[in-house]
């Protein structure tokens, strides 16, 4: 399956966590629509299960107050790949200046993909449309391949300020137990 996302707004280097927490919160909806369209809309039922949360029946994760929905999970066997265009206000070649350094950058939109752990959202609660909080990762150690294209953006706005065009293809890598234990509706 391959879908894009989009986020526009500041991506700091070595972001703290409510700066990855405010990059969730704009992903959220777009994968939250991905999950009512097909062909995740005919899965919804038996994945997105909240008597069944924390099972392999599964993909809800309750990290503290959150009922966190990963896309991607090692408990279905999928990995993702990732082709990311990085539009941002350096020019071509000033990889590490204002704005900060691309790598610590980029660590900060792979943690903001993925589940937090209940240090990093601490004194954070779901608003009222974040029941679940859709996030694209259990782990940002499913990503398999990321191919980073960097270009200039011309308008102005502040200098951490990018626009990121995520194109993910999602692979199923392994046998799960869900798909091997599964009998049906409980």
């Known amino acids: ?54 099972s392999f029946d599964s993909l809800l994760q309750r990290v503290g ?51 937090p752990n209940l240090d990093q959202i601490k004194g954070d609660s779901p608003l009222t449309d974040e029941d679940p909080f859709h996030c694209l990762l259990e782990n940002d150690v499913l990503i398999t391949r990321i191919q980073v294209t960097t270009d200039q953006w011309l308008e102005e706005t502040g200098p951490d300020d990018v626009i990121l065009i995520l194109h993910v293809s999602v692979q199923h890598r392994a046998a799960s137990p869900v798909l091997w234990s599964w009998t049906g509706p409980k």
């Open 1 to 54: 399956m391959d879908f894009r996302l989009h986020y526009r707004g500041p991506l700091k280097s070595n972001g703290s966590p409510k700066h990855k927490q405010e990059i969730r919160r704009s992903l959220h909806p777009q994968l939250r629509r991905l999950w009512e369209r097909p062909p995740l809309n005919d899965h919804a039922l038996l994945f997105l299960n909240r008597e069944a949360a924390g």
């Open 65 to 115: 107050p959150f009922m966190f929905a990963s896309l991607v999970s090692s408990k279905i066997g999928l990995t993702a790949e990732i082709d990311v265009l990085f539009l941002r206000h350096q020019a071509p070649g000033e990889i590490v200046s204002q704005g900060g350094d691309i790598d610590n950058r980029l660590k900060t939109l792979f943690d903001a993909l993925a589940v």
